[in-house]
């Protein structure tokens, strides 16, 4: 029973020596994104713990990247060495590419009804109030390839939302995609989590 009892307290003290030991480090090793999003000096709060899907750091700097949270997912693209006029263009252009792929286009072959494709407003692209440095926020559904512009109902599996963020400081412009399963839960997390997104000192 001793030896039992002496066991028990040998182990119990190991554990509380290694939870002492990551609370004094931090709390262990720093979530994949935010390290990645160090390297911009940038920083965001997501739903939960981040899993790297594919990175691109050129010379350790976050070029590109997408990271699987949960369900959701969260792809991330920086342009560096950028002035704020190429920064604003850039984001208004990638803006106007989205927003074309929802307006009607012409069939490639002749309709009984009508010779034109249309998308129906449900399923448009809806301005988000921005928050912060926000050239735009956007909330609309993507595809099972997490591609926008599926205009039916039954081709669009997630909710999407993207935004664009500049800071003269950094000079560069991130742009973010935020895609949840559809079918989630009621309040989607993408325009919380790309909100939240700020530039960091540096």
């Not at 262990?28 to 000096?41: F, I, K, M, N």
């Not at 997912?73 to 604003?88: C, I, Q």
Request: proline share 6%; hydrophobic share 45%.
């Amino acid at each position: 029973m001793v030896e039992r009892l002496t066991i028990f307290l040998m182990l119990t003290a190991v554990l509380a020596g290694g939870v002492l030991v990551w609370l004094w480090n931090g709390g262990g090793a720093a979530d994949p994104l935010a390290s990645q999003l160090q390297t911009v000096g940038a920083a965001m709060v997501v739903p939960g713990p981040t899993a790297p899907v594919r990175i691109s750091a050129a010379d350790g700097v976050l070029a590109e990247g997408t990271w699987s949270i949960g369900a959701d997912r969260l792809r991330v693209r920086v342009t560096s060495d950028l002035g704020a006029a190429e920064s604003t263009a850039l984001a208004t252009e990638e803006k106007a590419l989205i927003l074309n792929l929802f307006e009607d286009h012409q069939v490639p072959y002749p309709g009984a009804l009508s010779n034109t494709l249309q998308c129906p407003d449900a399923l448009h692209p809806v301005d988000i109030e921005p928050r912060g440095s926000a050239v735009f926020l956007l909330g609309l559904y993507a595809n099972d390839r997490y591609a926008f512009g599926g205009c039916a109902e039954d081709l669009v599996q997630f909710r999407a939302t993207v935004a664009a963020y500049y800071d003269l400081a950094h000079r560069a412009l991130v742009r973010l995609e935020y895609f949840e399963p559809k079918a989630g839960e009621a309040a989607p997390h993408g325009p919380d989590a790309l909100r939240s997104f700020h530039w960091t000192p540096g």
